[in-house]
C-alpha cells in the first residue's frame, strides 16, 4: 500500500528512491507512449543505485493503492 521506507532485508532507505522511480516512469510513459519495459526499470534502478535484489523487489512489487483506498475512509 504504502512503500515501507526500509527494505526489510538489509535496511536500506528505498522510501526516496521509490519516488523518484514512479517520476522516470511517468517521464518514459509520457515519451514512448507505452509502460516501461523490465529493462528500462532496471535501468531506472540502477541509476538509482538499487543493486541488491532484494531492494529491487522491494521497489518493483510494490502496489501503490492509496489513491483508491482513501475515497473509501
Ligand atoms: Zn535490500
Known amino acids: ?3 515501507p521506507v526500509r527494505c526489510f532485508s538489509c535496511g536500506k ?3 526516496s528512491d521509490y519516488v523518484k522511480f514512479v517520476e522516470e516512469s ?3 510513459r ?4 507505452h509502460d516501461p519495459t523490465g529493462e528500462e526499470k532496471s535501468r531506472i534502478m540502477d ?7 532484494c531492494c529491487r ?8 493503492l492509496m ?3 482513501i475515497s473509501y475512509s
Open 1 to 3: 500500500m504504502i512503500i
Open 57 to 64: 523487489r522491494m521497489i518493483l512489487s510494490n502496489a501503490d
Open 47 to 53: 541509476s538509482l543505485g538499487l543493486e541488491r535484489y
Open 67 to 69: 489513491d483508491e483506498i
Open 30 to 33: 509520457k515519451d514512448t507512449g
Open 13 to 15: 532507505v528505498i522510501g
Open 26 to 28: 511517468k517521464k518514459i
